[in-house]
C-alpha cells in the first residue's frame, strides 16, 4: 500500500536508504565544490493579498565568477510583467539575463512533486490490477489502462473489475490529483525513480569585474500568484449590546515552500495592471496561476470581488452608539500591525508553511458594541403588462395551484450592527456567529474604518413581518407626448404594513426601492431621487421615469402594527 498522504514505515525506510545511498555516491565521486558565481536563493518575506498574488522577496548570497557575474538556475514559473526587480547591497538596480541553458533537470509535474511520485507508481502498474482511493474516500478497483489529459488535467483510464474483457464494459477516469493511494501487488519495484527532464533555465546578474571572487549579496523580488490570504471572523458571546470579535487568516500557499519567512498579510488590494501579463524574465509563455487549478472553486466564489463589495452595508445619520476612545486590540504577541498608505499589514515574524499547504493565523480579539437591527427591504420591479411586483414575493410552487396556503416572501432580517471601536480597520470577510455555543447564522462582514459601523445579516426574523400593496389612485391619459409617442401619467399609493410579534421593543428600518417619482412618504420618510434605472422595469422604453427610494426608521413596541404610506407617478405608453 502507497499512500500519498502517509507512507508506510517500511517505504519510509526504503525512501531514506536510497537518499543516503545517492548521497554516498555523489560524495565516492568527489565532493565536487559549488559552482563558480552560483548563488544560494533564500526567502526572507511574503507580502500576501486577499486576491491570491503575493509579492516574494528573496535574499541571494554567493561568489561572482572571474568575470564579476553570478547567476541561480531557480528562476520562478510565474512572476507579473514589470515586479522583477533585483538589487545590490547597496541598492543599485541590477541587470537580468534569463536564457535557457545546455543543461537538463529533473522537473515536476505542474501538479506539484506528489503527483510526480504517483505517475511514477503507475507507470508500473500500467496494463495490471491495481486498487486506487480518491480523496473523497471512494474506491475503484480494475485495471489501469493508462493517462490522458483533458483541458490540461490529467486523468487515468481505469477498466473496472468484476466483467471479462471483451465485455463493452466503459472505462472511469479519475484526476491524478484525487488519487491519495495505490493498492497494487506489482509495486515491490516502485521505488526505482523514473523521473522526467526538462532544459533548465539560467538567471545571470553582471555585478562588474571589480566584483570578481567577492561574495555578492542580492535581494531579488516579483510579483507572482499562488498565495492568498482569507479573514475569517468570529462574532460570540451573549449578543445583548456588545459582541466579542476574533479575527484569524486562513492562508493558502500553492507557490513555494516557506521556511521561516516574514509574513505580511495584507488589508487592502493595490491596482496592478498588468497582474495577468507574464514577465519575460520566467521564459513562460503564459502566467501559471498554481492557486486557481488547485482550487478553482474557491478563487472563483470567493473572490477578492466579493471581499470588496459593501452592498447592503448601512450607516446611521449620527453615531449608532456611544462610541468610546479607540481600544487596543488584542494581537497575539508574535504578531505586528502597522497602516502603510491605504493598506494595514499584519506582519507575522516567523512563518512556515509547504507548498500546497493550507493555515490559519490568529490576528486579533476584541470587544465590539453592537445594536439589533430588524430591516424590511422592499424592491419593486414594474411590466407594462403585469403592473408591479416585489423581488422575491411569488407564490410557493411546492403548493399546488388553488391550495389556499402561501408563503410570506417579503422577509425581514435580524441585523447586527457593529461598531469598529479599536485603532485598525476590519477588512470585508466572511463571519460567523454563535451566541455561546449555539450558530445563529454566518454573512459577509463588510468593512468598517476605526470607529465606523458595519451591518452584519445573522437570520429572518421570524416575529416581524410585513408587507407591501400598492394601488391606482389616478390615470391621465396622453400626459406625456414625446416625438410620435404619447404616455399616460400613473399615479399609485402604496401601503407597507409591519407587524411585531415580539416581546421587546424592535429598532427597524423599512426601505422601498421602487421606479417612479415618489412624491410624498407618510411620518419621518425621507426619499431620494434618482435618474433611470433599467433594472426597474422588465421592458424596455421606460427610460422618461425617475427611480426613487425610501428610507423609515422606527421602533415597534410588542404587538404594534404600523403603516406607512407613500405615493408614487410614472408614465407608461
Known amino acids: 500500500m502507497f499512500s500519498l498522504r502517509g507512507m508506510s514505515a517500511s517505504w519510509t525506510r526504503v525512501a531514506v536508504s536510497a537518499v543516503a545511498l545517492a548521497v554516498l555516491?555523489?560524495?565516492?565521486?568527489?565532493?565536487?565544490?559549488?559552482?563558480?558565481?552560483?548563488?544560494?536563493l533564500t526567502t526572507q518575506r511574503a507580502v500576501v493579498f486577499k486576491d491570491g498574488y503575493a509579492l516574494l522577496v528573496k535574499k541571494a548570497a554567493g561568489v561572482a565568477d572571474a568575470s564579476g557575474r553570478v547567476f541561480t538556475l531557480e528562476v520562478p514559473d510565474a512572476a507579473v510583467l514589470g515586479s522583477f526587480w533585483a538589487v545590490s547591497q547597496d541598492q543599485a538596480i541590477l541587470a537580468m539575463r534569463a536564457e535557457y541553458t545546455d543543461d537538463w533537470k529533473r522537473v515536476d509535474t505542474p501538479l506539484g512533486a506528489a503527483t510526480d511520485t504517483l505517475d511514477n507508481l503507475l507507470k508500473q502498474i500500467t496494463g495490471k490490477a491495481a486498487t486506487l482511493t480518491t480523496a473523497g474516500g471512494e474506491t475503484v478497483r480494475g485495471k489501469v489502462l493508462g493517462q490522458v489529459v483533458v483541458d490540461s488535467r490529467p486523468f487515468l483510464l481505469i477498466?473496472?473489475?468484476?466483467?471479462?474483457?471483451?465485455?463493452?464494459?466503459?472505462?472511469?477516469?479519475?484526476?491524478?490529483?484525487?488519487?491519495?493511494?495505490?493498492?497494487?501487488p506489482d509495486l515491490?519495484?516502485?521505488?526505482?525513480?523514473?523521473?522526467?527532464f526538462a532544459r533548465a533555465k539560467r538567471l545571470s546578474f553582471d555585478l562588474g569585474a571589480k566584483a570578481a571572487?567577492?561574495?555578492?549579496?542580492?535581494?531579488?523580488?516579483?510579483?507572482?500568484?499562488?498565495?492568498?490570504?482569507?479573514?475569517?471572523?468570529?462574532?460570540?458571546?451573549?449578543?445583548?449590546?456588545?459582541a466579542a470579535m476574533a479575527l484569524q487568516a486562513e492562508i493558502l500557499n500553492q507557490n513555494?515552500?516557506?521556511?521561516?519567512?516574514?509574513?505580511?498579510?495584507?488589508?487592502?488590494?493595490?491596482?496592478?495592471?498588468?497582474?495577468d501579463v507574464v514577465s519575460p524574465l520566467v521564459l513562460e509563455a503564459a502566467l501559471r496561476n498554481t492557486l486557481a487549478q488547485?482550487?478553482?472553486?474557491?478563487?472563483?466564489?470567493?473572490?477578492?470581488?466579493?471581499?470588496?463589495?459593501?452592498?447592503?452595508?448601512?450607516?446611521?445619520?449620527?453615531?449608532?452608539?456611544e462610541v468610546a476612545a479607540p481600544a487596543d486590540i488584542q494581537l497575539p504577541p508574535e504578531l505586528g500591525a502597522a497602516g502603510e498608505q491605504d493598506l494595514y499589514v499584519y506582519t507575522v515574524p516567523d512563518f512556515s508553511l509547504r507548498a500546497g499547504g493550507r493555515a490559519t493565523v490568529p490576528l486579533w480579539q476584541a470587544e465590539a458594541p453592537l445594536l439589533h437591527l430588524y430591516t424590511l427591504d422592499l424592491n419593486v420591479v414594474r411590466s407594462a403588462r403585469h403592473g408591479n411586483m416585489?423581488?422575491?414575493e411569488s407564490e410557493d410552487a411546492r403548493y399546488p395551484a388553488g391550495s389556499p396556503l402561501r408563503l410570506l416572501k417579503t422577509q425581514v432580517w435580524h441585523q447586527l450592527e457593529l461598531t469598529n471601536q479599536s485603532k485598525v480597520p476590519w477588512t470585508t470577510g466572511a463571519a460567523i456567529i454563535l451566541r455561546d455555543h449555539l450558530p445563529m447564522g454566518q454573512d459577509l462582514l463588510t468593512y468598517a474604518p476605526p470607529g465606523g459601523t458595519s451591518l452584519l445579516p445573522m437570520t429572518v426574523a421570524v416575529n416581524l413581518r410585513g408587507t407591501l400593496v400598492e394601488e391606482e389612485i389616478e390615470r391621465t391619459p396622453n400626459a406625456l407626448k414625446w416625438g410620435s409617442n404619447s404616455y399616460s401619467l400613473i399615479r399609485k399609493k402604496g401601503t407597507i404594513t409591519l407587524t411585531s410579534f415580539r416581546d421587546a421593543d424592535s429598532d427597524v428600518r423599512v426601505s422601498v426601492s421602487l421606479p417612479g417619482k415618489a412624491e410624498a412618504a407618510s411620518g419621518d420618510g425621507h426619499i431620494r431621487m434618482d435618474d433611470f434605472h433599467p433594472g426597474d422595469w422588465q421592458e424596455g422604453g421606460f427610460w422618461q421615469n425617475n427611480h426613487s427610494e425610501l428610507v423609515w426608521e422606527l421602533t415597534l413596541k410588542p404587538g404594534q402594527t404600523v403603516e406607512m404610506t407613500y405615493t408614487v407617478s410614472f408614465c407608461v405608453p
Not at 513555494?256 to 497582474?275: I, N, S, Y
Not at 473572490?303 to 452592498?311: E, G, I, K, M, P
Open 25 to 40: 555516491a555523489c560524495a565516492a565521486a568527489g565532493a565536487a565544490e559549488p559552482e563558480s558565481g552560483r548563488l544560494a
Open 159 to 184: 477498466e473496472p473489475a468484476g466483467g471479462p474483457a471483451g465485455t463493452g464494459a466503459k472505462p472511469v477516469s479519475i484526476a491524478l490529483a484525487d488519487i491519495v493511494a495505490v493498492r497494487s
Open 188 to 196: 515491490a519495484e516502485a521505488a526505482k525513480p523514473n523521473p522526467a
Open 213 to 242: 571572487g567577492k561574495a555578492a549579496d542580492l535581494t531579488l523580488m516579483y510579483f507572482a500568484p499562488g498565495i492568498r490570504w482569507i479573514p475569517t471572523y468570529r462574532v460570540s458571546g451573549e449578543l445583548k449590546d456588545t
Open 256 to 275: 513555494e515552500d516557506l521556511a521561516g519567512v516574514a509574513l505580511d498579510l495584507v488589508v487592502g488590494v493595490p491596482h496592478f495592471r498588468f497582474r
Open 294 to 321: 488547485a482550487a478553482p472553486q474557491l478563487m472563483g466564489q470567493m473572490s477578492n470581488a466579493l471581499f470588496t463589495q459593501r452592498s447592503g452595508e448601512w450607516r446611521r445619520e449620527g453615531p449608532a452608539v
Open 390 to 392: 416585489v423581488q422575491g
